[in-house]
């Protein structure tokens, strides 16, 4: 009794247990789509701020007498300097809210950035000229304040746009899993929510459906397309046995899938995960950015201080003194410096996720692009880890193809690797197989059978030696000093032909070796493998070096002898190479498929591509090369600016106004945008 008591006990805390994970989850869930909405609702208050202050700018510009002598029309309403001064107060208190807001934020925080260059600049206007409406000597500039707010409205909302756009993708993740399920029960299928799914639940799922959760097929056939996920455009085949990713899309046929994986267990959550992650770690070069901000706010500031006493020291007005001051400031804020790094990593961490190349380590994808060496491992990596014909050498009047297609005919009985090896070769080159008469296995040596009614033999080289059957070929003993496998077909005792068998090298590796190697990056290998086995290897890729027969234990000290010399990543499928993978430089595991948490990798390649391995170096290249563009224009466009407007070549006639300034300053954060925008794989 107390032990059906304690079973019920521990069945009930497990419930609540589950219970109390769904509910955190569903809470991060919300907190999520919480943060979502307040963007949205950032960017929509800044448009309507926009357009709003726009339209009360216009009779403010018709207003001004400056305005109105350039363009050459006068217009005369009696008290329009205090109409003017209405307006502009609701430009200022409504328009200017965000960065009156923001200075309060910033200064509480102590960090003074940019909403306290903006806000210090259009109180100051503002403030001046009001006093000069209410009796103070002077001119005013009212419509260079409500032109400057209206542009830094339009500057933030542009980059609240960018900013959006470039975390969506996150959101398009989300978007991909479908919300109800086709339960699998005795009575027949129910539709369910897929968070009320749990591991070992039954979910039929229909021709063209999305697959709701990860598991395994246990009944049915299809083809799957994996590609919103691990960027495999090919329809992957489904059958009973194999794994399914949640979120991707069933083909053809009906399959029954059973839960393996839920909530955050599953593939996609962990994607998302992983590049939420990555997004939001700091990149060394965004530190960089922000200590760059705030030292161009202490600039503006003491600029700006100094720009004011400088000209009323020269004898200027007051007037044009402290417009020189407020320009300053406009043109010294750091939009587009607060936006260079921050968007390019957004960007650049959607684009890797989409072509299936999870960054879990910001700083390690930036070492990438330093990367001089790259450590491959052998099985499974560069090879796909599987037996297949490398080599078909006639020994007889024999075509490659014959000797092929009666070898194959006769295997096609056998269990054995090597005979699947063969059969799966000639499937491969489409080469129909014959029936063979008289099939009867040669225990330990081979096989025999009668094909066309000729005898024929497959057999091993221990078979030849024991009837002393003598081949003395040059190739044949050129594949058996690769450490290749070699079967013998036998026509009426006599030898027709040999077959050469091996962990076939993935077509996809050459491609990745010779890109690497235009980068620059010398390639190797370590494998557990035999000498002759990792020689052949090597010298079909073009490595420039390898290391055989290395047990797991030791390849991580193979990595730290390389690190002597170069800076290197580590390629592996995270099992058993997860020690080398964490004392790389950069950690890659590769073709982690469904289990995406490789705890010790840097960067995750979902695919078993190697070629995947050199564009993730080539977008780390790509993606610096970007942050550093954006760092050079937001800091030089300010270098430049920031002279011209304190008036440095006032005496030339070159004077900018607040309201250029401003415009310099949005164009500097657009194409700061634009060109993080322009990154592509």
């Given at each position: 009794?107390?032990?059906?008591?304690?079973?019920?006990?521990?069945?009930?805390?497990?419930?609540?247990?589950?219970?109390?994970?769904?509910?955190?989850?569903?809470?991060?869930?919300?907190?999520?789509?919480?943060?979502?909405?307040?963007?949205?609702?950032?960017?929509?208050?800044?448009?309507?701020?926009?357009?709003?202050?726009?339209?009360?700018?216009?009779?403010?510009?018709?207003?001004?007498?400056?305005?109105?002598?350039?363009?050459?029309?006068?217009?005369?309403?009696?008290?329009?300097?205090?109409?003017?001064?209405?307006?502009?107060?609701?430009?200022?208190?409504?328009?200017?809210?965000?960065?009156?807001?923001?200075?309060?934020?910033?200064?509480?925080?102590?960090?003074?950035?940019?909403?306290?260059?903006?806000?210090?600049?259009?109180?100051?206007?503002?403030?001046?000229?009001?006093?000069?409406?209410?009796?103070?000597?002077?001119?005013?500039?009212?419509?260079?304040?409500?032109?400057?707010?209206?542009?830094?409205?339009?500057?933030?909302?542009?980059?609240?746009?960018?900013?959006?756009?470039?975390?969506?993708?996150?959101?398009?993740?989300?978007?991909?899993?479908?919300?109800?399920?086709?339960?699998?029960?005795?009575?027949?299928?129910?539709?369910?929510?897929?968070?009320?799914?749990?591991?070992?639940?039954?979910?039929?799922?229909?021709?063209?459906?999305?697959?709701?959760?990860?598991?395994?097929?246990?009944?049915?056939?299809?083809?799957?397309?994996?590609?919103?996920?691990?960027?495999?455009?090919?329809?992957?085949?489904?059958?009973?046995?194999?794994?399914?990713?949640?979120?991707?899309?069933?083909?053809?046929?009906?399959?029954?899938?059973?839960?393996?994986?839920?909530?955050?267990?599953?593939?996609?959550?962990?994607?998302?995960?992983?590049?939420?992650?990555?997004?939001?770690?700091?990149?060394?070069?965004?530190?960089?950015?922000?200590?760059?901000?705030?030292?161009?706010?202490?600039?503006?500031?003491?600029?700006?201080?100094?720009?004011?006493?400088?000209?009323?020291?020269?004898?200027?007005?007051?007037?044009?003194?402290?417009?020189?001051?407020?320009?300053?400031?406009?043109?010294?804020c750091p939009h587009a410096l607060g936006l260079a790094v921050p968007l390019v990593?957004?960007?650049?961490?959607?684009?890797?996720?989409?072509?299936?190349?999870?960054?879990?380590?910001?700083?390690?994808?930036?070492?990438?692009?330093?990367?001089?060496?790259?450590?491959?491992?052998?099985?499974?990596?560069?090879?796909?880890?599987?037996?297949?014909?490398?080599?078909?050498?006639?020994?007889?009047?024999?075509?490659?193809?014959?000797?092929?297609?009666?070898?194959?005919?006769?295997?096609?009985?056998?269990?054995?690797?090597?005979?699947?090896?063969?059969?799966?070769?000639?499937?491969?080159?489409?080469?129909?197989?014959?029936?063979?008469?008289?099939?009867?296995?040669?225990?330990?040596?081979?096989?025999?059978?009668?094909?066309?009614?000729?005898?024929?033999k497959v057999v091993s080289p221990g078979y030849l030696k024991e009837n002393r059957?003598?081949?003395?070929?040059?190739?044949?003993?050129?594949?058996?000093?690769?450490?290749?496998?070699?079967?013998?077909?036998?026509?009426?005792?006599?030898?027709?032909?040999?077959?050469?068998?091996?962990?076939?090298?993935?077509?996809?590796?050459?491609?990745?070796?010779?890109?690497?190697?235009?980068?620059?990056?010398?390639?190797?290998?370590?494998?557990?493998?035999?000498?002759?086995?990792?020689?052949?290897?090597?010298?079909?890729?073009?490595?420039?070096?390898?290391?055989?027969?290395?047990?797991?234990?030791?390849?991580?000290?193979?990595?730290?002898?390389?690190?002597?010399?170069?800076?290197?990543?580590?390629?592996?499928?995270?099992?058993?190479?997860?020690?080398?993978?964490?004392?790389?430089?950069?950690?890659?595991?590769?073709?982690?498929?469904?289990?995406?948490?490789?705890?010790?990798?840097?960067?995750?390649?979902?695919?078993?591509?190697?070629?995947?391995?050199?564009?993730?170096?080539?977008?780390?290249?790509?993606?610096?090369?970007?942050?550093?563009?954006?760092?050079?224009?937001?800091?030089?466009?300010?270098?430049?600016?920031?002279?011209?407007?304190?008036?440095?070549?006032?005496?030339?006639?070159?004077?900018?106004?607040?309201?250029?300034?401003?415009?310099?300053?949005?164009?500097?954060?657009?194409?700061?945008?634009?060109?993080?925008?322009?990154?592509?794989?």
């Amino acid at each position: 009794m107390d032990k059906m008591e304690h079973m019920q006990h521990n069945g009930s805390a497990k419930h609540d247990m589950d219970k109390m994970q769904k509910k955190h989850e569903g809470h991060e869930m919300h907190e999520k789509h919480e943060m979502a909405d307040h963007h949205a609702q950032m960017l929509a208050d800044f448009k309507k701020r926009f357009i709003i202050s726009s339209i009360i700018t216009i009779p403010i510009l018709i207003l001004s007498p400056l305005i109105q002598s350039f363009f050459g029309f006068t217009l005369v309403i009696a008290g329009s300097e205090y109409i003017t001064f209405l307006l502009s107060s609701i430009v200022y208190f409504y328009g200017g809210y965000p960065f009156l807001k923001g200075i309060f934020n910033e200064l509480k925080a102590k960090t003074p950035g940019m909403m306290t260059l903006i806000a210090v600049a259009i109180s100051v206007a503002y403030f001046y000229s009001s006093a000069v409406v209410f009796g103070l000597p002077g001119k005013y500039f009212f419509w260079e304040l409500a032109t400057l707010i209206d542009i830094m409205l339009l500057g933030h909302w542009v980059e609240m746009r960018s900013v959006m756009g470039a975390s969506r993708a996150l959101e398009e993740l989300v978007k991909i899993m479908p919300t109800i399920a086709h339960l699998v029960k005795d009575s027949g299928t129910v539709d369910i929510r897929v968070e009320e799914l749990k591991a070992g639940d039954k979910v039929l799922v229909k021709p063209g459906e999305k697959i709701p959760v990860d598991g395994v097929v246990i009944e049915g056939k299809t083809s799957v397309n994996e590609a919103m996920l691990t960027g495999e455009s090919k329809p992957v085949e489904k059958k009973e046995g194999d794994e399914v990713i949640g979120g991707s899309i069933n083909g053809e046929g009906s399959i029954t899938v059973e839960v393996k994986k839920t909530g955050k267990e599953t593939y996609l959550n962990q994607v998302i995960e992983l590049v939420r992650e990555a997004q939001e770690s700091k990149s060394r070069t965004q530190d960089l950015a922000n200590r760059a901000a705030l030292f161009l706010t202490i600039i503006a500031l003491s600029v700006g201080t100094i720009t004011l006493i400088a000209w009323l020291m020269f004898g200027q007005d007051f007037v044009f003194a402290i417009e020189r001051a407020v320009t300053v400031m406009v043109i010294a804020c750091p939009h587009a410096l607060g936006l260079a790094v921050p968007l390019v990593v957004a960007v650049s961490t959607s684009l890797a996720a989409k072509s299936g190349l999870l960054i879990r380590d910001r700083q390690a994808f930036e070492r990438a692009k330093d990367l001089q060496a790259i450590v491959f491992d052998k099985t499974g990596t560069l090879t796909e880890g599987k037996f297949g014909v490398t080599d078909i050498i006639p020994l007889s009047d024999e075509s490659e193809d014959e000797i092929l297609m009666l070898t194959a005919s006769l295997e096609a009985s056998s269990e054995h690797p090597i005979a699947q090896g063969i059969v799966n070769s000639s499937k491969e080159k489409g080469i129909e197989l014959k029936h063979v008469e008289n099939f009867k296995a040669i225990p330990g040596k081979g096989v025999e059978g009668a094909v066309d009614r000729k005898k024929l033999k497959v057999v091993s080289p221990g078979y030849l030696k024991e009837n002393r059957i003598e081949i003395s070929d040059e190739e044949v003993e050129k594949v058996k000093q690769q450490g290749k496998t070699v079967v013998f077909l036998l026509e009426n005792e006599k030898p027709a032909g040999a077959i050469a068998l091996a962990d076939i090298v993935r077509k996809e590796s050459k491609e990745a070796i010779s890109r690497l190697k235009e980068m620059g990056i010398k390639c190797m290998m370590l494998t557990g493998d035999n000498r002759y086995v990792a020689k052949w290897v090597s010298e079909e890729l073009g490595l420039d070096d390898f290391f055989a027969e290395v047990l797991p234990h030791e390849k991580a000290n193979k990595i730290k002898e390389v690190q002597q010399s170069y800076a290197v990543a580590m390629v592996g499928d995270g099992v058993n190479d997860a020690p080398a993978l964490a004392q790389a430089d950069v950690g890659i595991a590769i073709g982690a498929g469904t289990d995406v948490a490789v705890e010790t990798a840097d960067i995750v390649l979902v695919r078993n591509d190697p070629r995947d391995a050199a564009d993730i170096i080539m977008l780390s290249k790509k993606t610096y090369s970007k942050m550093f563009q954006n760092l050079l224009w937001a800091t030089g466009y300010n270098a430049f600016a920031i002279p011209l407007a304190a008036g440095i070549l006032y005496a030339y006639g070159i004077l900018l106004t607040p309201a250029f300034g401003a415009v310099l300053m949005s164009l500097s954060t657009v194409i700061v945008s634009i060109n993080a925008r322009l990154l592509k794989m």
